[in-house]
């Protein structure tokens, strides 16, 4: 099944292509049709393909092996935390699984697609989010968009605490999470095994919205933790974190 993603046409290869499991360890199985299944088949720009903002702008990014060939919209609005929703949401629709996919706001409050599809629109009364009738009913790729777009313009990196639950062993499709303001989101493309320990593939959105990037392998410490090049602290085991529902 293809995904729903805005890719274009120049992709020359996949993660699982470009990003080959670190000498002397095995890629963990992942059940098809699995979220990480899908992370490893996304298709990547081709090598050397700068960094771009939201607004068009080259960003330095000494960091990225690669960029993941899916658009970062307009706005300012797909940054770390949103990526990983954006990502983990394309996923669903390519299984045609979104009847239930709602994410959460920082305030708790919930944002359904089934609302946004039945032509519902959120606003802010009083810090929490109320819902009009403002469109026409609609299920069409763009709407998906719009609504994504109104999901990233709530939501953050402390709200996907209520998104996503706790987990020890982690596995294509995880996230590490250091929640705050500012607080950044690590996304796991893909798990490797061997005698020194996993390897995990990371992908990382940024701030401002900007291209989403392959970052490479990195060995997990001997606490847990992780650490990489974009972001100055390690990310601990207890950031650990995984979308309900995730397979």
Request: include cysteine.
């Amino acid at each position: 099944m293809v995904p729903l993603l805005v890719f274009a046409l120049c992709a020359t290869d996949t993660v699982v292509e470009r990003f080959s499991a670190p000498v002397g360890t095995t890629r963990v199985d992942v059940g098809g049709g699995s979220f990480g299944a899908w992370l490893r088949a996304l298709p990547l720009l081709p090598a050397g393909t700068p960094v771009t903002a939201f607004d068009g702008r080259v960003i330095e990014a000494p960091w990225a092996r690669a960029v993941v060939d899916i658009d970062v919209g307009t706005t300012d609005l797909q940054q770390c935390a949103d990526s990983a929703i954006r990502l983990y949401a394309e996923h669903r629709r390519a299984r045609h699984d979104v009847d239930g996919l709602s994410f959460h706001a920082t305030s708790g409050d919930a944002l359904p697609w089934k609302r946004f599809a039945a032509g519902e629109r959120p606003h802010a009364v009083k810090n929490r989010i109320q819902w009009q009738q403002k469109a026409a009913p609609s299920s069409s790729p763009a709407t998906f968009r719009a609504w994504l777009d109104t999901v990233f313009l709530w939501a953050g990196s402390r709200s996907l605490a209520l998104d996503t639950i706790a987990v020890d062993v982690v596995e294509p499709g995880d996230l590490l999470v250091v929640g705050g303001s500012p607080g950044h989101v690590l996304v796991v493309l893909d798990v490797a095994n061997g005698a020194g320990g996993p390897q995990w593939l990371i992908g990382q959105g940024y701030m401002p919205a900007q291209s989403f990037q392959v970052l490479g392998w990195f060995a997990v410490d001997d606490d847990g933790s992780l650490s990489v090049p974009s972001w100055p602290q390690p990310f601990s085991k207890e950031g650990r974190r995984r979308f309900v529902g995730a397979r």
